[in-house]
């Protein structure tokens, strides 16, 4: 029981997380497209990337909904706040004083709050997936 409750508590960060980005994403498109554009990393890409990470998170979002894509929503979540996260450390590493493309509130944070910020999730998305795992094999 106590397992349960605290995945479906894991699920509602991450789909409040995830919601919350890519609706602040979409909301602010034109700030958003911009600030990929001012990344060196990201510019060539950032038509697509517009679009794209968005889309992804809201996907992943609608997954962390359903039990039975429970899982892969866990897991693509990780895989995403790992993506982010790398980038994160690279543009700490870079020393450029470039904008986060993150949009809303969390946009607000510095790059190494940021990067704590992002760490926390993805312990958090790593917690969901073990525990996710373990409900698993207990009803086997």
């Not at 038509?47 to 990470?53: A, C, M």
């Not at 993506?83 to 870079?94: C, E, N, P, Q, R």
Request: glycine share 8%; with cysteine.
């Amino acid at each position: 029981m106590k397992q349960k409750v605290t995945i479906e508590m894991i699920d509602f960060l991450l789909i409040l997380l995830f919601v919350y980005a890519a609706t602040s994403k979409l909301w602010e498109y034109n700030t958003f497209i911009i600030q990929l554009g001012n990344s060196p990393f990201l510019k060539p890409f950032a038509g697509i990337i517009v679009w794209l990470i968005p889309t992804i998170e809201l996907g992943i979002a609608l997954m962390l909904t359903l039990k039975r894509t429970r899982f892969y929503g866990l897991l693509f979540a990780l895989l995403l706040l790992i993506i982010f996260t790398g980038y994160i450390a690279g543009m700490l590493l870079s020393g450029s004083p470039l904008p986060c493309s993150c949009g809303g509130v969390i946009s607000e944070l510095s790059w190494k709050e940021h990067l704590v910020f992002n760490l926390v999730f993805v312990a958090t998305s790593m917690a969901g997936l073990v525990l996710d795992k373990k409900q698993k094999a207990n009803y086997h």
